[in-house]
């Protein structure tokens, strides 16, 4: 619990952070309101419970219109998109179950950047993504409700993204449908985390409280863009903690008994990961650098991953599979794109050594894909200029968009 609060204390604060750093210069009639209905599908599908898989979202949002008269080049160079600040219920109470499960409305927080690329005086489109936390009121119990395996946590880390189309009616009105991806995870904080992933088709209408001048928006400033072009080098130090799937398999999901599965549950401990990276990327415009990354990771739980691949797998099975090592060596095509000092971070790697015990394909049909042999990072950094650009940040780490832990780093550019 203590360290899902401090993951949602620290979500909370960039989003301030984030929202701070983009309304520097806001006048009251850069502020849109705006409302969406949006139906999702879940996409897993492997629910064995689960009879119906849509859902209705609901939201409301303040949006911060980017403007010229900032002189942002990163506002002209993203065409100056719209910041909004969201909130929205997931009515996935809705869903039906052949059995007595049952699931809660989930309450999100967000931050949203939408940025139109195609844009005439009455029709635009283009991508948006969403990143906030998330509210469960009704959790994972192996007692009263067993078969909500989905979400064991209060709080979740909530990511979103996809596609919009809008019209333009008059100056100060829009209407629009947007078609996108959404997940909701704890990020391994605690078990059981099937997660939710959806995706799904909303409508949406927004009001300006001033005219939208299209001219305005479609003019080349040509700001002074300052920013070093060149290969850039980071050394980032990361570290988490995470519930292994491999003991929850052993000593809770296959424990028939009610009670002892609820004792059993209790007692699982959530085990430190750690982190060192090197990171060798070119930035080659203002907003984008791409590069490669090499990735250590250290894990702490290896002796109780053995001990209940034991139970789960059997001897022979680990007697026979590779070992367990601590440490995985990691190559990562790695991506940024910037905002002022924040930064999107992305990667996507491979393991050219790990050793985990069983086969990563046995333990993958039980649940368990961290053992695979391909990985993802994504997360935000803040970079400190008058510090050396020292960055600070956090990141999800997954397989197979099944995450793995959240990640807390410290780093320096070089």
Same mark, same amino acid.
């Given at each position: 619990?203590?360290?899902?609060?401090?993951?949602?204390?620290?979500?909370?604060?960039? &989003?301030?952070?984030?929202?701070?750093?983009?309304?520097?210069?806001?006048?009251?009639?850069?502020?849109?309101?705006?409302?969406?209905?949006?139906?999702?599908?879940?996409?897993?599908?492997?629910?064995?419970?689960?009879?119906?898989?849509?859902?209705?979202?609901?939201?409301?949002?303040?949006?911060?219109?980017?403007?010229?008269?900032?002189?942002?080049?990163?506002?002209?160079?993203?065409?100056? *998109?719209?910041? /909004?600040?969201?909130?929205?219920?997931?009515?996935?109470?809705?869903?039906?179950?052949?059995?007595?499960?049952?699931?809660?409305?989930?309450?999100?927080? %967000?931050?949203?950047?939408?940025?139109?690329?195609?844009?005439?005086?009455?029709?635009?489109?283009? %991508?948006?993504?969403?990143?906030?936390?998330?509210?469960?009121?009704?959790?994972?119990?192996?007692?009263?409700?067993?078969?909500?395996?989905?979400?064991?946590?209060?709080?979740?880390?909530?990511?979103?993204?996809?596609?919009?189309?809008?019209?333009?009616?008059?100056?100060?009105?829009?209407?629009?449908? /947007?078609?996108?991806?959404?997940?909701?995870?704890?990020?391994?904080?605690?078990? *059981?985390?099937?997660?939710?992933?959806?995706?799904?088709?909303?409508?949406?209408?927004?009001?300006?409280?001033?005219?939208?001048?299209?001219?305005?928006?479609?003019?080349?400033?040509?700001?002074?863009? /300052?920013?070093?072009?060149?290969?850039?080098?980071? &050394?980032?130090?990361?570290?988490?903690?995470?519930?292994?799937?491999?003991?929850?398999?052993?000593?809770?999901?296959?424990?028939?008994? *009610?009670?002892?599965?609820?004792?059993?549950?209790?007692?699982?401990?959530?085990?430190?990961?750690?982190?060192?990276?090197?990171?060798?990327?070119?930035?080659?415009?203002?907003?984008?650098?791409?590069?490669?990354?090499?990735?250590?990771?250290?894990?702490?739980?290896?002796?109780?991953?053995?001990?209940?691949?034991?139970?789960?797998?059997?001897?022979?099975?680990?007697?026979?599979? *590779?070992? %367990?090592?601590?440490?995985?060596?990691?190559?990562?095509?790695?991506?940024?794109?910037?905002?002022?000092?924040?930064?999107?971070?992305?990667?996507?790697?491979?393991?050219?050594?790990?050793?985990?015990?069983? /086969?990563?394909?046995?333990?993958?049909?039980?649940?368990?894909?961290?053992?695979?042999?391909? %990985?993802?990072?994504?997360?935000?950094?803040?970079?400190?200029?008058?510090?050396?650009?020292?960055?600070?940040?956090?990141?999800?780490?997954?397989?197979?968009?099944?995450?793995?832990?959240?990640?807390?780093? &410290?780093?320096?550019?070089?």
């Amino acid at each position: 619990m203590k360290q899902v609060i401090t993951s949602v204390l620290a979500v909370i604060a960039l &989003i301030i952070s984030v929202t701070s750093a983009n309304a520097q210069g806001v006048r009251s009639s850069d502020l849109s309101f705006s409302a969406q209905g949006w139906y999702g599908y879940d996409i897993e599908k492997t629910r064995p419970n689960l009879t119906s898989f849509g859902y209705m979202n609901y939201e409301v949002a303040v949006g911060i219109q980017t403007n010229p008269e900032n002189k942002n080049p990163f506002a002209e160079a993203f065409g100056f *998109p719209l910041i /909004n600040i969201g909130m929205s219920i997931a009515r996935t109470s809705n869903f039906q179950f052949s059995d007595q499960t049952h699931f809660p409305d989930l309450y999100s927080l %967000y931050g949203s950047f939408e940025r139109s690329i195609l844009k005439t005086k009455y029709v635009s489109a283009g %991508y948006l993504l969403n990143f906030g936390v998330t509210y469960n009121p009704g959790r994972y119990d192996p007692v009263n409700n067993p078969g909500n395996n989905w979400l064991s946590s209060p709080f979740m880390a909530y990511f979103g993204a996809g596609v919009f189309g809008k019209v333009h009616i008059g100056k100060r009105w829009e209407a629009g449908a /947007n078609v996108m991806f959404r997940h909701f995870s704890n990020g391994r904080l605690s078990l *059981p985390n099937e997660a939710l992933n959806a995706i799904g088709v909303g409508i949406f209408a927004r009001y300006r409280l001033s005219d939208y001048e299209y001219d305005k928006y479609t003019k080349k400033y040509n700001f002074e863009r /300052n920013w070093d072009k060149g290969m850039q080098y980071m &050394i980032v130090f990361g570290g988490g903690v995470h519930t292994c799937m491999a003991e929850w398999n052993a000593y809770v999901e296959s424990e028939p008994d *009610p009670v002892k599965k609820a004792e059993a549950a209790a007692s699982l401990k959530a085990h430190p990961k750690f982190s060192l990276s090197f990171d060798a990327v070119y930035r080659y415009s203002m907003r984008y650098a791409t590069g490669l990354g090499l990735d250590l990771f250290y894990s702490t739980n290896m002796d109780a991953l053995e001990k209940s691949d034991r139970v789960f797998y059997g001897d022979q099975a680990v007697d026979n599979s *590779p070992g %367990y090592n601590p440490l995985s060596v990691g190559i990562a095509v790695v991506q940024e794109v910037y905002w002022r000092n924040f930064a999107v971070h992305v990667a996507i790697g491979a393991y050219p050594y790990r050793h985990k015990g069983v /086969n990563g394909a046995e333990a993958k049909a039980a649940g368990d894909r961290e053992r695979g042999w391909h %990985y993802e990072k994504a997360g935000i950094r803040y970079y400190f200029p008058k510090l050396g650009d020292t960055f600070v940040g956090f990141a999800i780490k997954s397989h197979s968009i099944k995450a793995e832990y959240l990640e807390f780093s &410290i780093g320096v550019r070089i």
